[in-house]
């Protein structure tokens, strides 16, 4: 079985099911009868850009950024709820979001951001924003105001 269609498989396994583990992933995909490792199945993820997100319910599920990163015309981007602040230090940026939204966050940025932000690490309440030289705080906050309109 190729690659591609273990992708598609991930893919349609995301859409039917809430997904919080990878050993749930793995363990489904597995009875599919693919083999794979764990090793393969986090390239896979990191592949597919595939976040954990926070649900209502207080866990945590996997989703493709592109689901959360705004494209759902219905509503609004998830980081204009879990944003808290930003604060600069020198050329680096920190944001603290509410607990269990940095990676979804980040994933946005990243997503939607990166002509301004050379990339992201984010905690759990917590992001590293890492800009790209040349590039002035208020240009990075404007940047950023697309997918936080509270960030001004």
Known sequence: MTKKYRHKIIKDILRTNEINSQEMLLNLLTEKGFELTQATLSRDIKELKIIKVPTSKG????????????????????????????????????????????????????????????????????????????????EIINSLSELIPNIG
């Open 59 to 138: 866990s945590y599920v996997y989703q493709f950024s592109d689901v959360i990163s705004g494209k759902q015309e219905d509503s609004p981007p998830l980081a204009s709820f879990g944003y808290i602040s930003l604060e600069f230090s020198g050329q680096l940026a920190v944001m603290k979001t509410r607990p269990g939204y940095a990676m979804a966050i980040a994933g946005e940025i990243d997503y939607k951001a990166s002509q301004y932000i050379l990339g992201t690490v984010a905690g759990d309440d917590t992001i590293l924003l890492i800009p790209r030289e040349n590039y002035t705080r208020e």
